[in-house]
């Protein structure tokens, strides 16, 4: 089970054990030594899958069972519109949508037997025959009903949204951050909390193009100050999970602004 961004390894690529748990071990076997519950999950380890065949799926759920104690879990019930408690451990594993990860990770499971990892909602697909243009301006108009029309299940608890849905063309059309962007915002989470849905929004960056570490620019609103308003409109809206590759700027903002958002035993923030 190795970690690449290509469809076509070379042999030089890192294992999942090896790139992931091998790194993190320090800080959980801390964590679990000083066995602060109140503040695990830690650590979100999230999957964005390219591919869905079964093998690489099945492989994945092993590998997460080898360090299953180290998982916040919860029990499936017969039921999936009845949600499990979450037994907190320090690190949280979430999936997305597809149906086919579905099957490997929640339906193969026993009744009864431990859920490792959370997928995200359905979500409505932008209109066929759209242009861009015109599916820019759908993503950014259509109600949250409609966007996702489901409740959670005991698989599926969150809701992988884009800033695509909150901007009109998304992070590199962005321009003045507004108040209709903010109410737009907070709509779409205020539902999202309101079905008990845990959200995410990605990818929230703002870099010069000489700062850029290999980010690319698909996700730049184009400068640290911009950025800085959405970090801080996305904390203050009650986002879950806010995706960016300059952790460590954001992490200054978490600490002085966030509230405590970490999901409850009942699987709600």
């Known amino acids: 089970m190795v970690v ?8 030089e690529e890192p294992t999942l054990e090896d790139y992931f748990f091998k790194q993190v071990s320090p800080v959980i076997e801390k964590a679990i030594a000083q066995n602060h519950r109140d503040r695990w999950p830690l650590v979100v380890l999230h999957f964005d899958f390219k591919d869905n065949q079964a093998p690489l799926l ?27 408690p979450l037994e907190r451990k320090p690190i949280l594993v979430v999936t997305e949508e597809a149906d086919e990860q579905q ?37 950014v108009t259509v109600s949250p009903q409609e966007l996702v029309n489901e409740r959670p299940t005991n698989y599926r608890r969150w809701w992988n949204g884009t800033w695509y849905q909150v901007e009109e063309g998304g992070e590199p059309k962005a321009g003045e951050w507004t108040g209709a ?22 990818a929230l ?53 966030s509230k405590d958002l970490r999901p409850d035993a009942s699987g709600k923030k």
């Open 4 to 11: 690449s961004h290509t469809p076509k390894p070379t042999g």
């Open 181 to 202: 962007d903010n109410q737009r915002l907070r709509s779409l989470v205020d539902y999202a909390h309101q079905r008990g849905f845990w959200v995410r929004f990605y």
């Open 103 to 139: 099957k490997v990770f929640y339906d193969d499971v026993p009744v009864g037997g431990k859920l490792r990892l959370f997928g995200s909602a359905h979500t409505h697909p932008v209109p066929n025959g759209m242009t861009k243009e015109q599916a820019n301006h759908w993503l």
């Open 205 to 257: 960056d703002g870099f010069a193009p000489s700062e850029d570490q290999g980010w690319g620019m698909g996700y730049n609103f184009g400068s640290r100050a911009a950025v800085e308003k959405r970090w801080k409109a996305a904390i203050a809206a009650g986002v879950n999970f806010i995706a960016t590759n300059q952790y460590e700027e954001l992490a200054k903002f978490l600490k002085q602004n």
């Open 58 to 84: 099945e492989a994945v759920w092993k590998v997460l069972g080898q360090h299953e104690e180290w998982l916040s879990t919860a029990v499936k019930t017969s039921d999936p519109a009845k949600l499990s």
